[in-house]
């Protein structure tokens, strides 16, 4: 791992934002520097699923990561000009759920590999999605929900989707902590996973597939 990626994964965020500044002062690629925070972000990540960081580190993990993203986000627009967008994410937690963690990252991430991505926030209803689904023709709809009352909530915003937008070619995909309890078939969707990288992963692939 570079600096970039052992501060993120240290939780340093004066040695991480030292670090990003130094690598794009020095010409690293800033895409190259978003990366690494990304391995860092990894290592995080594998940290809490081995017990050895808890929710607060992972929050904090979350906020630095942010701060790191908006010094690199311009440099990357300053770089590549406004390039044309690689695909159409919509994105929200389900209704009754406020947790917003891996979604926002799942986010950064995204929009810093050159993806347009609508966030509908937390405790978003079906018909929000339903109509933005409508306006922006997302090829990806991502939903978050941790909570196993949201279960019920996911089911029926995946329903709802589909039963307006039976034109669309739209996958679903669903992350949090009702990952686990039903199977992706019970709620509709086409993956489910609790691991932000392997989700922009699945999210990169079918988009790349459907070109």
């Known amino acids: 791992m570079g600096r970039v990626a052992e501060a993120m994964a240290a939780l340093d965020k004066d040695k991480l ?3 990003v500044k130094d ?4 010409g690293t690629d800033p895409i190259e520097v978003v990366e690494d925070a990304r ?3 990894e290592r995080v990540g594998s940290e809490f699923e081995k017990g050895k960081y808890f929710l ?3 929050m904090w993990a979350s906020q630095i990561f942010k701060d790191a993203i908006e010094i690199i986000g311009p440099r990357i627009k300053q770089k590549y000009g406004v390039t044309k967008s690689k695909g159409r994410i919509l994105m929200g937690t389900v209704k009754g759920d406020i947790h917003d963690l891996g979604k926002s990252i799942v986010r950064d991430l995204l929009e810093c590999s050159g993806y ?3 966030d509908l926030g937390v405790d978003v209803p079906p018909e929000s999605f339903v109509k933005k689904t409508s306006d922006f023709k997302p ?3 991502g939903l978050s929900a941790l909570l196993t009352a949201a279960v019920t909530q996911a089911k029926i915003t995946v329903d709802d989707v589909k039963r307006n937008s039976y034109e669309q070619k739209v996958k679903f995909i ?3 902590g009702v990952v686990g309890e039903v199977s992706p078939e019970e709620l509709g969707v086409d993956s489910a996973t ?3 990288n392997e989700g922009i992963r699945t999210i990169e692939r079918w988009i790349s597939e459907a070109d």
């Not at 690598?23 to 020095?26: D, G």
Request: hydrophobic share 50%.
């Open 174 to 176: 669903i992350g949090g």
């Open 17 to 19: 934002l030292e670090a």
């Open 139 to 141: 090829q990806v709809i």
């Open 116 to 118: 347009e991505v609508v």
């Open 39 to 41: 391995a860092g972000l």
């Open 23 to 26: 690598e794009l002062s020095s």
């Open 56 to 58: 607060m580190e992972l």
């Open 194 to 196: 609790t691991n932000a």
